[in-house]
């Protein structure tokens, strides 16, 4: 069974800094690109950063180069993205997903076939 559990969301202001954490079962991680979307109130959910299976080809949305960093280790069958000069926004519940379906576009939703249930990031000004 597919297990994708996210953790580090919660309230920060901007300029801030936070870490987000997905811990995978094993052999969902050591198989598959995994990413991170992000879905803010009334808006559909989209590719912030995603990592191949080896953890050394990495893609971004423009909205987060230079300020968020997604990297997985391996010992720990975990993904994160280290995120800072957070802003409003940011503001968004944010998905671990794994497995590629297609490896055609990995920021659309439907490329992928695993989702955690998200964790929410919330950044005031």
């Known amino acids: 069974q597919v297990k994708l559990l996210e953790s580090g969301g919660g309230p920060v202001q901007a300029g801030g800094s936070l870490q987000l954490a997905c811990v995978a079962s094993?052999?969902?991680?050591?198989?598959?690109?995994m990413a991170w979307f992000r879905q803010a109130p009334g808006k559909g959910r989209e590719g912030v950063a995603d990592?191949?299976?080896?953890?050394?080809?990495?893609n971004y949305a423009d909205s987060v180069k230079g300020r968020f960093t997604i990297s997985r280790d391996h010992s720990k069958s975990t993904l994160y993205l280290q995120m800072k000069s957070l802003n409003p926004d940011d503001t968004a519940m944010y998905y671990c997903?794994?497995?590629?379906?297609?490896?055609?576009?990995?920021?659309?939703?439907?490329?992928?076939?695993?989702w955690g249930q998200g964790t929410q990031v919330t950044v005031s000004s």
């Open positions: 997903a794994a497995q590629r379906k297609y490896a055609q576009n990995w920021y659309e939703e439907a490329d992928w076939n695993y």
């Open positions: 094993t052999d969902t991680y050591t198989r598959n690109s």
């Open positions: 990592i191949d299976s080896l953890g050394t080809i990495k």
